[in-house]
């Protein structure tokens, strides 16, 4: 026997073609539903059917609008029949990963790739909890109809709102993208006060109601610092579970670096990006290597990698805005998945990758209580340790303060965000994003 499960909201806006065509059919009298009390409020209330197998069917009832609709979305709100289930034996138990600015470009490229198995592997079926605004849920809607018609066996649920609590509900995976980029004219505290508190209310959400060992990484701008806000309100989600995406910048300084030396960028390794994800931070080329050899042995113009090189990565986010007129998509969402993938298999030996995470603890005398990006391994199981065996000189030291410094500000600038009193921002005045030139 099947079970279908349909959501409440099932309107007109939120039906295509396909769901049109149930609803125009009747209700077999061997089947049996059960609707419970629907109120004006109670968006989350469900109609469950069972059925018996290929006849799955819509109830005929019109319910009022809703402002979001989290629960399923079209063909997803078919549950697989059980054959095809017995033939999927092998596959691992379903993981719930939600994403929020589901319906942005980063998004697009993310979501295919992730519903395809590229991330999660062959053998594990997903379902994707897609976060918009009330601006972007027809946008998302339109995601959610190119995923139906993908077709992809893996995909097992997919669900889309507007309200975190309910997107973020048992999320084992969260990828918040989401963010408002900075208008013309805005101040970047602003930027991080209007941010900020998008990532506190989703912090708040992840504490209620995702899975208690969820791992959270954050691509909103800017990332460290939204990354420290959201967790300060996840008080009940372990810190070391929040990332900051500075992977971007890892595999921006592999390009680099391979194009200078001349190699192909598989040969380069032990990258680490250190800081906040912006114009402060360094991308590390005094430990890194090609092909097993120390980079600077290798690139023997230290200025060069002091200054073009060091500033190339910082600034390649920037420069790829006034090519595009946008920021990175396909990149961002490229590296998201490698720092997904970085903490579900084992990391290369003697390699380690770069990831912000929370500072507490760190063996290399950073500051505690920021995000801050460092090099990590893992042994697949979602975890990671701080990388000890890496080497510092005076340049590398006087560079990661003035990051420390800058993510040091930012945080005073969040006090009020953060539950650490009254927000006092002295941010340096040349603190900018990869994308502010
Ligand atoms: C990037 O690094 O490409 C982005 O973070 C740039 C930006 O500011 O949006």
């Not at 995000?371 to 990388?387: A, E, K, T, W």
Request: proline residues 5%.
């Amino acid at each position: 026997m099947a079970v279908a499960e349909l959501n409440s909201a099932f309107t007109k806006t939120h039906l295509h073609s396909s769901q049109l065509s149930f609803l125009s059919r009747s209700v077999p009298k061997h089947q049996h539903c059960d609707f419970p009390t629907l109120h004006r409020t109670q968006q989350r209330a469900r109609i469950s059917c069972s059925v018996t197998q290929n006849q799955v069917q819509a109830p005929a009832v019109q319910i009022q609008e809703p402002k979001s609709k989290s629960d399923c979305y079209g063909v997803f709100c078919l549950t697989y029949d059980l054959k095809a289930e017995e033939e999927t034996k092998s596959w691992k138990k379903l993981i719930n990963i939600a994403v929020s600015g589901a319906a942005g470009m980063i998004s697009n490229h993310l979501l295919f790739k992730l519903a395809s198995g590229e991330v999660f592997g062959p053998d594990q079926p997903i379902a994707l909890k897609l976060l918009g605004s009330e601006r972007s849920l027809q946008a998302l809607e339109g995601v959610a109809m190119e995923l139906e018609d993908s077709l992809f066996p893996l995909l097992r649920e997919v669900s889309i709102g507007i309200d975190p609590y309910e997107v973020f509900q048992d999320a084992e995976w969260a990828l918040l993208i989401g963010a408002k980029p900075r208008g013309p004219g805005m101040e970047r505290a602003d930027l991080l006060d209007i941010n900020g508190q998008i990532f506190a209310e989703q912090g708040r959400a992840l504490n209620a109601v995702a899975s208690r060992n969820v791992k959270v990484i954050v691509v909103g701008n800017p990332c460290n610092t939204n990354a420290l806000i959201c967790m300060k309100n996840a008080p009940n989600i372990p810190a070391k579970n929040f990332h900051a995406l500075t992977r971007l910048d890892e595999n921006r300084a592999k390009c680099q670096l391979a194009l200078k030396a001349g190699v192909f960028y598989d040969k380069v390794s032990n990258v680490t990006i250190w800081g906040n994800h912006s114009t402060t931070q360094v991308p590390d080329f005094l430990n890194a290597k090609i092909d097993g050899m120390p980079v600077i042995d290798v690139i023997k113009d230290r200025k060069w990698l002091e200054e073009e090189f060091t500033e190339k990565v910082q600034k390649r986010g920037g420069v790829l805005i006034q090519k595009w007129g946008r920021s990175s998509a396909a990149s961002t969402a490229v590296s998201i998945v490698d720092a997904i993938r970085a903490l579900i298999t084992p990391t290369p030996k003697g390699d380690w990758f770069s990831t912000g995470v929370y500072t507490d603890g760190n063996p290399y005398g950073i500051a505690e209580g920021i995000v801050f990006s460092m090099p990590c391994r893992s042994n697949g199981d979602g975890d990671y340790v701080l990388v000890k065996d890496v080497i510092f000189d005076d340049y590398l030291r006087n560079r990661i303060a003035k990051t420390e410094a800058e993510l040091l500000a930012e945080k005073r600038c969040v006090a009020h965000l953060t539950g650490e009193g009254i927000a006092v921002c002295d941010l340096p005045g040349d603190t900018m994003l990869p994308g502010e030139m």
